[in-house]
């Protein structure tokens, strides 16, 4: 809706880029290597299976799960308003996804998590390890 109220206002001669991103999760690069401020799309995700507050998801693990970091997200942002900052009028729509180049089922997602917390398990406040349990994946509500 957002989208189209700014098509629909923004004269004549203004070029407007719409950048619509999947799931974007921390930097790779710029400006820490995995720095986010906040906890936000996926990572609640992360650490609610951390804290073992996650013991099931709704998801086929075999499907393909499209994150892309924020700093690929900002640059295509970038690059995107350079292209059309000359072009009076426009409106390019682009979507920032990764799924081609480098594609990642949920299931890759979930034993990259499930192996870095057994290779660095969590401590509880009184010093002790919070061991890692499995999750359960159901692909269909019934």
Known sequence: MGEMLLGQLRG????????RPSIITRVQVEP??????????????????AEQNLSCFL?????VVDIIPGD????????????HSDEKGTQAIYHATSSLGNPATYAMLYEAG?????????????????????????????
Do not use: C
């Open 72 to 83: 690929m997200v900002v640059n295509a942002m970038m690059a995107a308003m350079v292209a």
């Open 32 to 49: 820490l290597p995995g720095w986010m401020q906040g906890t936000r799309t996926i990572d609640t995700l992360i650490i609610g299976y």
């Open 114 to 142: 499930r192996r870095h917390f057994y290779q660095n398990p969590r401590v509880g406040k009184n010093g002790e390890v919070i061991p890692t349990k499995e999750m359960y994946f159901f692909n269909t509500i019934a």
């Open 59 to 63: 998801g086929d693990l075999s499907v």
């Open 12 to 19: 004549d001669d203004m070029p407007v880029v719409i950048v």
